[in-house]
């Protein structure tokens, strides 16, 4: 069942909103979890907000950071951001149900419950970036390719046979494709063309050199 590009851009924006409602709510939980133990260490009011803040807001930094740099060699320090401010924000929060529960209720439950939001408020950054980076794709890239398309039928030979020479030293399609100011899936076109006709020529070769020698 095949679903219009309209129809994949709304479900992923409901998607994105639902997300970022369930992130407020878990990060407001935390919240005021975060201040409250803060207040009770010795932090002042009018300074335990910021606490929360340095804590979840790593997470969500890390978070961003991590998606941006998948496949990067730097993504390992966002991931060891993410990791650490995870720890660090639910184990305070079960240490802050344990100490504020009421005396009827098990630590154990307590602490388990009081672990939710920070697990789900760092589950439910991941995922909003990740939707918001694949609808933000679906939207910018197509209308670049399409572009692409109608330019790549005006190109003169000579960029083609640039891009070509270009390939053969060694560069990178997408380098090929910043040096002549085309998409990347140009250059792969071009290039693809290419080897066709190469192949052809060489198979012409071929087929007129057996001729040749059985005439003879």
Not at 23 to 43: E, K, N, Q
Not at 48 to 73: C, E, F, K, S
Not at 82 to 95: D, E, F, K, R
Not at 106 to 121: H, T, Y
Request: aromatic content about 6%.
């Amino acid at each position: 069942m095949s679903t219009s590009p309209s129809g994949h851009r709304w479900a992923v924006r409901t998607a994105v909103c639902g997300t970022v409602f369930i992130a407020v709510g878990a990060f407001w939980l935390s919240f005021t979890s975060l201040a409250d133990l803060a207040h009770r260490s010795g932090i002042g009011a009018g300074q335990a907000w910021a606490w929360p803040l340095i804590v979840d807001g790593i997470i969500v930094v890390a978070t961003v950071a991590v998606v941006a740099l998948a496949g990067n060699r730097a993504s390992w320090y966002p991931w060891v951001l993410l990791v650490g401010g995870a720890v660090v924000s639910v184990t305070a929060n079960a240490i802050h149900a344990v100490i504020a529960a009421d005396a009827d209720v098990p630590s154990i439950l307590a602490g388990a419950v009081a672990a939710v939001p920070p697990v789900v408020l760092l589950a439910i950054t991941h995922l909003t970036v990740i939707l918001a980076r694949a609808s933000g794709s679906k939207e910018v890239e197509s209308p670049i390719e399409a572009f692409d398309e109608v330019n790549a039928a005006t190109e003169t030979p000579d960029r083609r046979a640039l891009a070509s020479a270009l390939r053969v030293i060694g560069w990178t399609n997408k380098q090929i494709a910043n040096e002549l100011d085309v998409h990347p899936s140009t250059i792969g076109r071009w290039l693809s063309a290419d080897d066709s006709e190469v192949a052809e020529n060489d198979a012409h070769l071929l087929t007129s050199s057996e001729s040749a020698e059985e005439r003879s």
